[in-house]
């Protein structure tokens, strides 16, 4: 990607994934390199780090795929319950970089597909957060604080995702918009599935929010365009 000025930006949190690959059905990725993925929306990158698995119920089998061994698993469900407030917000967002390179060193995580990826928010998209969204969690409330990007992150493309229950929820993505996107505007997402600019965002975002959250273009909630960054593990 070109360089980018990251003054321009918001941090919206960091988060812990693994690139993954859904089981498109037609004709959903027809449009898309045949690699992992890489996005903010957990039904792409289906592996990501969440606390809510050491919670009760909680999801003791999705810690175990995402890599935390049966012999950290005690330690792991001990780290859920209170120790994460001093570095995680719920569910999944990391306060800094560092913390989260402390979770992979901790729990000693295969680092095969393992990605810490920082979600930037373009400046003047803040204010439609503190208009219109009075949620004071997660990267809602990171991104009313308006706090800067970490330095060291290499951006890697631009993902429009939608909001829902104090997360990030679908990808534009996820309604099979690729096809669309191309047909309309010649937009090609980059190997990683992600938009290569942001002028390319600005459109899909634009075009899913004429729908005005009715349901039709995308899913019922509201989109945002995010920027994001790969840091090193360590």
């Not at 070109?2 to 690959?21: E, I, K, P, Q, T």
């Not at 631009?158 to 909001?163: L, T």
Request: aromatic share 14%; with cysteine.
């Amino acid at each position: 990607m070109a360089a980018l000025d990251l003054n321009n930006f918001y941090c919206g949190g960091y988060l812990l994934l693994r690139s993954d690959r859904p089981d498109w059905r037609a004709p959903f990725g027809e449009y898309l390199s045949s690699g992992n993925l890489i996005s903010l929306s957990s039904c792409i990158c289906r592996h990501r780090l969440s606390v809510f698995w050491g919670w009760v119920p909680g999801d003791r089998e999705a810690a175990i795929r995402f890599g935390i061994s049966e012999q950290q698993m005690d330690d792991f469900l001990e780290w859920c319950t209170t120790e994460y407030e001093t570095v995680l917000d719920v569910p999944s967002l990391f306060y800094s970089v560092d913390a989260a390179r402390a979770f992979v060193e901790q729990f000693e995580l295969d680092r095969d597909n393992l990605f810490i990826i920082g979600a930037a928010l373009p400046v003047e998209h803040q204010k439609i957060w503190l208009d219109e969204e009075p949620d004071n969690e997660g990267f809602p409330k990171r991104v009313k604080q308006g706090i800067a990007v970490e330095p060291g992150g290499t951006p890697i493309g631009y993902d429009v995702v939608s909001y829902s229950y104090h997360d990030f929820s679908h990808s534009w993505l996820c309604s099979g918009l690729e096809k669309d996107m191309h047909e309309l505007f010649g937009i090609r997402a980059n190997a990683l599935g992600l938009l290569a600019t942001y002028d390319d965002a600005r459109k899909v975002y634009k075009w899913i929010a004429e729908d005005e959250c009715k349901g039709i273009r995308a899913e019922p909630e509201p989109y945002d365009i995010w920027l994001l960054l790969s840091y090193p593990l360590s």
